[in-house]
């Protein structure tokens, strides 16, 4: 390989580097949000992270949780941040699909901008709405030589609660008059403008208090496929219907294409 062709191979791959780092960045935490100190006072730590295990995690006063089913997110609240959950993965858990956690909190937080993007958009903020989600970077570890099978990590993401209805609940109001047309519409408007492929799970469009929807998982958009039926089994025969007929319409731009 020629020197000049090494040079351009340099800086190619450290531009590559450089733009992965600068997206990351518009996600981290401002200094000014109100969790922010809080944060920085409840990480704090002499030995391992507070996300090293699930002992470490309650022992700072996190909620305990179980695992999610897929991705293996663990979602807590601390007493100290009222308003907001955290996503965590522990250092005792494998990276999902090989890939680091920062990965996955920039994916979550910027399809979160995207769903607000369509909201606003398409005036659904009565019907809908999407938490504001941000990577913390935890004090990094204390020169701490870590157990065996453990795989660090770096950053949490934590966001606006929704103050979602239980599952139980959700389901009940899925299947009620509050699923109205003009709320499916709009769920289905917003799904399909940025392709975001589980948002039609129930428990992953929840009720909320406020009576709107909120969609909480937000780390797959620009997907080819989009499951729109995870919702339908859930509705009733006449939504199910127009449901069904929707997931025939198009976004294009702001209109949308029977
Ligand atoms: N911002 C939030 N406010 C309130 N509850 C939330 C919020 N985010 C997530 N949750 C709750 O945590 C659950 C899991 O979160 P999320 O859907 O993001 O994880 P996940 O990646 O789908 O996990 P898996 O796919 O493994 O089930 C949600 O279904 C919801 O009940
Ligand atoms: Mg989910």
Known sequence: MSTEEFLMRYIYFALIVLSSSLGALQYLIPDDHPA?????????????SVFHDMETMTKAGFEYADAQPTTGI??????????????????TQKYYSG???DYYWEKRAEGARLIQQAIDDYGFEHLLKVPQKWIYELPSAKSVKLPKNCYPKRSILIEDDMDIVSDE???????????????LYALHTVITKYRFRDCAKPANCPFSDDGRVALVDTQSFYKKKIGYS???KFLIP???QYWKSLSHVGVEGDQLIP
């Not at 663990?74 to 250092?91: C, E, F, N």
């Not at 609940?169 to 709320?183: D, G, K, M, V, Y």
Request: proline content about 5%; overall charge positive; charged content about 25%.
């Open 74 to 91: 663990i979602v807590t609240r601390h007493p100290r941040l009222p308003g907001y959950i955290i996503k965590a993965y522990l250092d």
């Open 99 to 101: 890939r680091s956690e």
């Open 36 to 48: 922010k100190a809080l944060l920085d006072e409840i990480t704090a730590t002499k030995k391992y």
């Open 169 to 183: 609940e959700n389901r009940a109001l899925w299947a009620s008059p509050q699923a109205t047309h003009e709320l």
């Open 230 to 232: 995870k919702l339908t």
């Open 238 to 240: 006449s939504m199910q």
